[in-house]
C-alpha cells in the first residue's frame, strides 16, 4: 500500500524503442529525399505507430483499471498539458512573427510591397470564411459534449463527439481542396512559404486533434471515461479549443488582413 499519492512508473520498453522508431524513421525521410526510396521511413513509422498504440494501452490500463492517476496525479497531467499548449503557443508565434516581419516591411526582393508582385491572394470570404464557421461550431459541439459528459448523459456526449469528428474531418477534406486550388505554392517568395507553412502546421494540427477525440470517443464506448473520471477527454477538448484560437488569428491575419 502506497502511502504517498504519487504514480511510481513501471519499467517500460515503449521510450527506448519510441526513440529508435524516430531515429530510423528520420534517417529514412533523409535518405527518401535523396533516393526516393521509402522502405526504412516506413519501418520507422510502423515502429513509431506500434509504440505510440501499446503506450497509451499501458496508460489507459494503469488510469482506469489500475486506479494509478490520483487527484495529485491528475493535477499533474493537466499542468503538463498546459506547457505543452504553451510551447505550441510559441510554435506559431515564430510563424506570426515570420509573417508580419514580411508583410509590415517587405523588401525589394519581392517588389517592396504586400503581397509580392504576381501572387493572386485567396478570397477571405469564400473558403477560408466557411473553414472558419466549421472550426467555431466543432468548438461549440467539443464543449457540448464535456458539459453532457459532466452531467453523465452519455448518449449526448456521443452524439455531440460524432458532431466534432465530423467537422475536423470536414475541415481538413475543404483544406487540402483549398491546396489543389491556390494559384501560387510554397516557392512563390515568403508569401506562399508562410502561408503553406502557418496552414499546413495547423492542419496536421487539426489532424492530430481529431485522432485525439477519436480516441477518447472510442474510450467513451468502453465504459473508460465517467463524470468524474474524464482527464483523458478534457486535454483533448482543450487541445481543440487551442486549435480553434490559432485559426481565428490565421484567418484574421493571413486571410483577411494579409491579402
Sequence with gaps: MNNHPYHMVNLSPWPIISSMG???M??????WMKTLKLELMLIGTMIIYLCMFQWWRDITRESTFQGNHTKKIIIMMKSGMMLFIISEL??????FWAFFHSSLSPNFEIGMNWPPMGIKTI???NVPILNTMILLCSGMSITWAHN?????KILMTKQSMIITMFLGIYFTIIQMME????SFCISDSIYGST??????????HVIIGTIFIMISFTRIMNFHLSSYHNVGFELSAWYWHFVDLVWLFLYMSVYWWGM
Design 90 to 95: 510559441f510554435f506559431f508565434v515564430s510563424f
Design 195 to 204: 502561408f503553406f507553412l502557418m496552414t499546413g502546421f495547423h492542419g496536421i
Design 123 to 125: 478570397n477571405p470570404m
Design 148 to 152: 453532457s459528459l459532466t452531467m453523465n
Design 26 to 31: 528520420m534517417t529514412g525521410m533523409i535518405l
Design 179 to 182: 491546396y489543389y486550388e491556390t
Design 22 to 24: 524516430l531515429l530510423t
